[in-house]
C-alpha cells in the first residue's frame, strides 16, 4: 500500500487489534455525529470493553494520559488516538470531574455523556450504527438534547451548557426545550468554571461562521453575564454584537471575533475581559488595539500619512480593516473612509509602509546626545516626516536633524 495512513485506517486498525484480541471496540462520539452528517471528523475516538492496562499491552506505542478515567493515547502511524474504557461516572463535585470511574457496558457508557447526538457509536467492521440514546432521531430532526436528566448533566459539567450552544448554533439545530430550559436554570454555574475552559469554548464558538447566532443563543439562555465577572450585556448590546460579528468572513478567527463582540467597549474594558479570561498577553494587546482604532478609519481622509502608515504597520492591520467595514455595515454607517483606507493602501508601496528609519539612535549618540525623553522626540519627529513623504533621503534626514538641534540650541559644533 502506498500513501499516507488516513485517519479513518488508522483508527480502524486499533479497532481490528483489539477486536482479534477479543475486545469490543467502536467509534464513538463527535467522530461518528460528524459521519452521518456527512462532515469529515476532526478526530475519532475509540471506545473499547478492554481495561487501560489491556490496551498498553495491546499496542506499541502509547501514552497513559487519563488512566484513572480509562483513557489511552494509541500511535497509529502519524495519528495519536484516544482509546477509552467503556465507563460510568460516579459524583460530580466540581462541575468538571467525577470522583469515580466504574468499567461498564457500551449502553451505560453512552448514557453518561452529555447529548444524544454525541453518544453514538459505530462499528466500521460491521459498517453499523449503534444508538442507545436517540441519537439518530434527534440528528435526523436537528434537535440538541441532553442525554437523560438535562439539570443532572448540567451539573456533572457545567460547561455542558456553552456546548449546548456551540452544536446548536454550529449544526443548525434547535435545542430541546427542556434542555434549553435547564441552561436557564443553571446559567450562573458557569461561575464555577475555570476561565481557561470558558475561553476555549468561547474561541470554538467566535472562529466559527456561526459566531453571530453563537451569541444569540448564548443570550437568549441567560449564559452572557456569566461569561466573566463584570459582564453586561443588555438586549441593545446583543443585537449590535451579534450584527457586527455577522459581517466578519467566514475565517475570522478568535481575536477578531472577540474585537466584534466588544466593538464598543474601552481599551480598559477589553483588557479586563482578556485577563479575566485568561488569554494570551499578544491576544489581549491585539484586541484592545483593534477595538480601539477601528474607529480611526472613519476619518482616513483626515489622517496624516505617517498616522496611516503607522495603522498599516500593525500586524492587525488588515483585521482592523474587516472590523471597521463590518461596525459600519452593521450599524448603516457609509463607507467613505474604508474605502478611502482601501484607495490609499493600494498606492503606498509596500517597503514604504514601515521603512527602516533615516536617522537611528546611533546617529544622536554619534553627535554626542544621550537616550531620554528629548531624544526619542527627536527620532520620532524625523521618522514622521520620513513617512510623511518629506525627507526622503538620509542625507536630507541629517540636514533635518541639524536644523532641529539648532533651534534647540544644541548645535553640531557645541556637541
Not at 463527535?30 to 470493553?49: K, S
Not at 538620509?394 to 538641534?405: F, K, Q, S, V
Amino acid at each position: 500500500m502506498t500513501g499516507k495512513m488516513s485517519l479513518q485506517d488508522a483508527a480502524l486498525a486499533i479497532v481490528r487489534q483489539l477486536r482479534e484480541h477479543g475486545h469490543q471496540a467502536l467509534w464513538a462520539g463527535g467522530c461518528v455525529r460528524d459521519m452521518l452528517l456527512n462532515r469529515p471528523p476532526q478526530d475519532i475516538d475509540i471506545a473499547t470493553d478492554a481495561t487501560p492496562e489491556r490496551i498498553v499491552s495491546l499496542f506499541r506505542k502509547t501514552r497513559k494520559v487519563g488512566m484513572q478515567f480509562g483513557v489511552v493515547l494509541v500511535r497509529q502511524g502519524p495519528y495519536w488516538i484516544e482509546v477509552a474504557t467503556f465507563r460510568q461516572d460516579i459524583n460530580y463535585t466540581d462541575g468538571r470531574r467525577p470522583e469515580q470511574v466504574l468499567f461498564t457496558t457500551a449502553e451505560e457508557d453512552a448514557k453518561r455523556r452529555d447529548f444524544t447526538i454525541n453518544g453514538l457509536f459505530y462499528d466500521p467492521l460491521e459498517d453499523r450504527v449503534i444508538d442507545y440514546v436517540g441519537g439518530r432521531e434527534d440528528l435526523a430532526a436537528g434537535v440538541v438534547r441532553a442525554i437523560g436528566n438535562p439539570a443532572e448533566r448540567f451539573a456533572e459539567d457545567h460547561l455542558r451548557m456553552l456546548r449546548a450552544v456551540r452544536f446548536a448554533a454550529r449544526f443548525g439545530f434547535r435545542l430541546d426545550p427542556s434542555t434549553a430550559e435547564a441552561i436557564r436554570e443553571h446559567a450562573h454555574q458557569l461561575t464555577r468554571i475555570s476561565p481557561e475552559r470558558i475561553r476555549e469554548e468561547l474561541e470554538k464558538m467566535l472562529s466559527h461562521p456561526t459566531r453571530a447566532r453563537a451569541v444569540e443563543q448564548m443570550a437568549e439562555l441567560g449564559l452572557m453575564p456569566f461569561l466573566w465577572a463584570g459582564a453586561a450585556w443588555p438586549a441593545e448590546r446583543v443585537r449590535m454584537a451579534g450584527a457586527v460579528l455577522a459581517q466578519l468572513p467566514a475565517d475570522a478567527d478568535f481575536v477578531l471575533g472577540m474585537a466584534a463582540l466588544l466593538h464598543d467597549a474601552s481599551p480598559a474594558e477589553v483588557e479586563a475581559v482578556g485577563r479575566a479570561l485568561r488569554c494570551s498577553n499578544r491576544e489581549i494587546d491585539d484586541m484592545a488595539w483593534l477595538v480601539s482604532r477601528q474607529g480611526c478609519l472613519a476619518r482616513t481622509q483626515d489622517l496624516a500619512l505617517a498616522d496611516f502608515k503607522r495603522l498599516a504597520a500593525h500586524p492587525q492591520f488588515k483585521k482592523l480593516m474587516i472590523l471597521h467595514k463590518a461596525v459600519c455595515t452593521a450599524y448603516g454607517r457609509p463607507l467613505d473612509g474604508y474605502e478611502a483606507a482601501e484607495r490609499l493602501i493600494r498606492r503606498i508601496p509596500a517597503d514604504q509602509i514601515a521603512p527602516p528609519p533615516l536617522v537611528t539612535g546611533d546617529d544622536l549618540i554619534g553627535l554626542g546626545l544621550s537616550p531620554g525623553p528629548a531624544f526619542k522626540t527627536i527620532l520620532d519627529t524625523l521618522y514622521t516626516a520620513q513617512l510623511n513623504n518629506q525627507l526622503r533621503s538620509r542625507d536630507e534626514a541629517m540636514n533635518r536633524l541639524g536644523e532641529i538641534l539648532r533651534q534647540a540650541g544644541q548645535g553640531r559644533e557645541a556637541l
